[in-house]
């Protein structure tokens, strides 16, 4: 009696774990929810940033010598304030900023904003001349140019919109930002001009007074804001709930400097906490 009873107690029991056991195998039965990192909310940090970039000045005095040349046939007639007087030049440097933003978290998908500032003193500057001897209408036209130029920037901060992808602890990101920059611009610009008559060797045209024959303008600013836009990719890794490390490359373009063609590569280590 005792084997009956245990006989039938176990074939009690078998149907309904044998149920179970095709439930988990049919994928009806719930195993667990995915996790993932926590990053959404605010956040803030500092950081260190290595830039590197260059300016392009070829432009750079065309402003003023139009204005030098306004209404003058030598303009009109070969351009000269589209000469490529300057060149490029190339200059890096070290600085340091801080961070704050926030972020939205779907499952492993991430969106957010984030304002972001460096102090970094960043200059280049560029110094060349140019002289032509060209013929129009019986006149030789003695034409050179003189110009200097430089920027100093002295800090810049983007507002970014960034998306990331969780991957454990880590969270790479793209980026994309609206830049606002703090610097000094000055350009010097020096145009003489002799005109020659081509059959009696005699001078009939002249800027000012000889022997110099020339005009020179200045412009001169301090403090000027600057715009631009930037973009980059980056790789926040959590190492406590609260407590990350960054990494991250930034492109950044400064646009309408008035001939001067800005360009900054930005690299930067960091940390931060999110709460």
Same mark, same amino acid.
């Given at each position: 009696?005792?084997? #009956?009873?245990?006989?039938?107690?176990?074939?009690?029991?078998?149907?309904?774990?044998?149920?179970?056991?095709?439930? *988990?195998?049919? @994928?009806?039965?719930?195993?667990?929810?995915?996790? +993932?990192?926590?990053?959404?909310?605010?956040?803030?940090?500092?950081?260190?940033?290595?830039?590197?970039?260059?300016?392009?000045?070829?432009?750079?005095?065309?402003?003023?010598?139009?204005?030098?040349? &306004?209404?003058?046939?030598?303009?009109?007639?070969?351009?000269?304030?589209?000469?490529?007087?300057?060149?490029?030049?190339?200059?890096?440097?070290?600085?340091?900023?801080?961070?704050?933003?926030?972020?939205?978290?779907?499952?492993? #998908?991430?969106?957010?904003?984030?304002?972001?500032?460096?102090?970094?003193?960043?200059?280049?500057?560029?110094?060349?001349?140019?002289? &032509?001897?060209?013929?129009?209408?019986?006149?030789?036209?003695?034409?050179? #140019?003189?110009?200097?130029?430089?920027?100093?920037?002295?800090? +810049?901060?983007?507002?970014?919109?960034?998306?990331?992808?969780?991957?454990?602890?880590?969270?790479? +990101?793209?980026?994309? @930002?609206?830049? *606002?920059? &703090?610097?000094?611009?000055?350009?010097?610009?020096?145009?003489?001009?002799?005109?020659?008559?081509?059959?009696? @060797?005699?001078?009939?045209?002249?800027?000012?007074?000889?022997?110099?024959?020339?005009?020179?303008?200045?412009?001169?600013?301090?403090?000027?804001?600057?715009?631009?836009?930037?973009?980059?990719?980056?790789?926040? *890794?959590?190492?406590?709930?609260?407590?990350?490390?960054?990494?991250?490359?930034? +492109?950044?373009?400064? *646009?309408?400097?008035?001939?001067?063609?800005?360009?900054?590569?930005?690299? &930067?280590?960091?940390?931060?906490?999110?709460?």
């Amino acid at each position: 009696m005792r084997w #009956v009873v245990c006989v039938l107690t176990v074939l009690s029991f078998a149907p309904h774990a044998f149920a179970a056991d095709l439930d *988990v195998l049919r @994928g009806s039965e719930p195993v667990g929810l995915a996790t +993932y990192t926590n990053w959404s909310g605010f956040y803030f940090g500092g950081q260190a940033a290595y830039a590197s970039g260059g300016a392009d000045f070829g432009q750079a005095t065309g402003p003023l010598i139009s204005y030098l040349l &306004r209404n003058t046939v030598v303009e009109q007639t070969f351009n000269i304030s589209g000469w490529q007087v300057l060149g490029k030049s190339d200059s890096s440097t070290t600085g340091f900023g801080g961070f704050v933003g926030y972020n939205s978290q779907w499952s492993d #998908v991430i969106l957010g904003v984030e304002a972001n500032y460096t102090d970094a003193e960043w200059s280049a500057s560029s110094t060349d001349s140019l002289a &032509r001897r060209m013929d129009s209408g019986g006149t030789t036209y003695n034409v050179s #140019v003189d110009g200097t130029s430089s920027i100093k920037l002295k800090d +810049y901060g983007s507002l970014r919109g960034r998306a990331g992808y969780v991957m454990g602890n880590f969270m790479p +990101y793209g980026f994309v @930002g609206f830049v *606002v920059g &703090r610097a000094d611009i000055a350009k010097i610009a020096t145009v003489s001009d002799i005109e020659v008559s081509d059959s009696t @060797g005699q001078i009939t045209g002249c800027l000012s007074s000889l022997p110099s024959c020339s005009l020179t303008d200045t412009d001169s600013r301090s403090d000027q804001f600057i715009y631009g836009y930037s973009a980059g990719l980056g790789l926040d *890794v959590a190492l406590t709930q609260n407590f990350f490390l960054r990494g991250e490359y930034e +492109y950044i373009q400064f *646009v309408n400097l008035g001939g001067i063609d800005l360009y900054l590569n930005n690299l &930067r280590v960091g940390g931060g906490f999110k709460f």
